[in-house]
């Protein structure tokens, strides 16, 4: 299969996983899964106490979408940087080689 | 001017997948690692030392490869990334709840499981101090489940699919189920520790499958597009690296 087609494919794959839900269930706030396992736990095991507290305290959403939006941005630069690096090279080397 | 093309073509792709990690990671929620002092002590020791061999031997795989291609760096530093991202990325899913992949798939695939136990654990101990997600004290167990069962899954799903030939079938089912089994992993362990007053272990294990089960497909589905399309990018600009790696398994 064309290479750039299938890439396509494979990006269009991924949005409607994504869109999918957030259309679906419109209106509604989406929780955190592992949210559900805590309480789960609570509920047979009431006395259960974590008995260690995070380094960091949480310091609200606003302060978590900052952490993660980071990590993401690290992650997709490197990631994008490596990739566009490495076309560049294979780019070079057709050329060099003509 | 073909080439021209194929260049905007990529570039706007990268930009993309750029911009879509970054957009879709906004969503602030705690998602699936079992969170710091979750675990009694005697859990908590025990996953460390199940782990910590593990994290050894992957530290030794880990100097060995770089020691023997320092070239191979970069090509590391992309799997980890790759990780960081996407363990990043807390996507909304079918059951109203949110969930993030782990991206464990593609090292495993270029590296071997045990180098992704270490780049997997780095991720775990970033999110554990400076996001509060996850834990030291649960970082054994943790570890074990993202760094130890996903790579190993991974390499075992690679390997056999690969034996029919379709690498990108190997590579989709590979990421996929390795992001399953992490989460089933983490229901065991968690069963394990709190067995339900009513139907001990099994009946934990049956509650806590059945929180993430549904929210955890479709993302897993989307990890294993994802890591293909990452390896087709790989193809076609990373051939020495990849041909390196095969030389690198055809000695060992």
């Keep these: 299969m064309n290479k750039q087609l299938s890439s396509g494919l494979l990006i269009a794959g991924v949005l409607i996983l994504l869109m999918g839900p957030l259309l679906a269930l419109q209106g509604r706030e989406f929780g955190a899964t592992d949210g559900n396992f805590t309480e789960a736990i609570e509920k047979d095991y009431p006395n259960y106490k974590p008995w260690f507290q995070p380094v960091i305290r949480d310091s609200g959403p606003e302060v978590q979408t900052f952490l993660f939006t980071l990590q993401a941005g690290i992650g997709a630069g490197v990631t994008g940087y490596i990739l566009g690096l490495y076309q560049g090279r294979s780019e070079k080397h057709k050329k060099d080689k003509l | ?252």
């Design chain 2, 1 to 252: 001017m073909r080439t021209q093309h194929q260049k905007w073509i990529s570039l706007g792709l990268m930009a993309g997948l750029s911009c879509y990690f970054l957009l879709s990671s906004a969503q602030p929620a705690y998602a699936m690692h079992i969170a710091e002092g979750f675990l009694p002590v005697q859990w908590a020791v025990f996953w460390w030392a199940v782990s910590l061999p593990f994290f050894i031997l992957g530290l030794r795989s880990l100097t060995r490869i770089t020691k023997k291609n320092p070239e191979l760096k970069l090509l590391l530093a992309l799997a980890g990334a790759f990780t960081f991202v996407l363990s990043a990325l807390k996507i909304p899913s079918v059951t109203g709840s949110c969930s993030h992949p782990t991206g464990i798939g593609l090292g495993t695939i270029l590296f071997g499981p045990l180098v992704m136990t270490v780049l997997g654990s780095l991720v775990l101990v970033f999110q554990a101090i400076l996001i509060a997600h996850g834990g030291i004290t649960t970082l054994g167990a943790n570890v074990f489940s993202m760094a130890i069962v996903g790579p190993f899954m991974a390499y075992v799903v690679y390997n056999t699919v690969m034996k029919t030939g379709m690498q990108r079938v190997a590579i989709f089912l590979a990421a996929m189920l390795e992001g399953l089994l992490t989460y089933l992993m983490t229901a065991i362990q968690l069963a394990l520790a709190f067995p339900a007053i009513q139907g001990g272990f099994l009946a934990s294990l049956i509650k806590f499958t059945s929180v993430f089960a549904i929210t955890q497909l479709p993302l897993a589905i989307s990890e294993g597009l994802l890591t293909v399309l990452i390896w087709g990018w790989l193809q076609k600009y990373g051939q020495q690296e990849l041909k390196t790696l095969k030389v690198l398994e055809q000695e060992q």
